[in-house]
């Protein structure tokens, strides 16, 4: 009886470079979520990744007026999403929610006692875990990261449609500089809201 003929594996086409460019992308969004965003989140409060991402966002605006659309639109999530998020630190007490006298469709949103002391915790957290992959690296290799990177994104910035970029939330950063602005772009969310506002005034005349 004859054996079976075995067929040689089929081996696979080497990785283009913008497939592996992808792959590392993708690697570094989920551990960056995974490691820095997600590890640094006080157990306690019990608030997940996008209701610190709104914590942070309203107190960068200092209470400003802000419409659930424009939250939305910085966090790229949806309304409810958005509504729900606040809700829930509202109840959790982190956050403080009222209408806005002059436009009801906007409100008041401002970071409580409770909300600033989770911010810190979040921060000073997510820090100490940056800093520990820079030391197990060392500052050389940290050094290269951070100039690759810097070229990976203004790459990416002059590779997209300028009209087309998401808030790049840069003023929960340090430092807050805009990057589109930085490289050249303008800032995505400031041209929205200055058509937004240019509309609103049309409206009441």
């Keep these: 009886m004859k054996s ?4 040689a594996p089929v081996r ?5 470079p913008g497939q592996r460019l992808l792959r590392n992308l993708h ?3 989920a551990l960056v979520a995974a490691t820095l965003e997600k590890g640094g989140l006080p157990p ?7 209701q610190m991402s709104v914590l942070r966002l309203v107190a960068a605006r200092h209470g400003a007026p802000t419409a659930l659309g424009e939250i939305a ?11 729900k998020a606040i809700a829930r630190l509202v ?3 982190h956050l403080r ?3 806005d006298r002059a436009d009801a469709r906007r ?5 409580t006692d409770a909300g600033r002391h989770a911010i810190r915790r979040y921060e000073a957290a997510r820090e100490r875990r940056a800093d520990a992959v820079v030391a197990r690296a060392g500052a050389a290799t940290a050094e290269r990261w951070i100039e690759t990177t810097d070229e990976l994104v203004r790459a990416l910035l002059e590779a997209g449609r300028r009209d087309a970029l998401p808030c790049l939330q840069c003023q929960l950063q340090s430092p807050s500089t805009c990057a589109a602005e930085q490289y050249g772009a303008g800032c995505p969310v400031r041209a929205l809201e200055e058509r937004a506002a240019r509309g609103r005034i049309r409206a009441d005349n």
């Design 4 to 7: 079976p003929r075995r067929t």
């Design 12 to 16: 696979a086409a080497p990785a283009s």
């Design 27 to 29: 690697l570094l969004r």
């Design 44 to 50: 306690e409060h019990g608030i997940t990744v996008v």
């Design 73 to 83: 639109r910085r966090l790229e999530v949806s309304v409810p999403a958005a509504s």
């Design 91 to 93: 109840t959790s007490g």
């Design 97 to 99: 929610a009222r209408e």
């Design 107 to 111: 409100l008041r949103v401002d970071v």
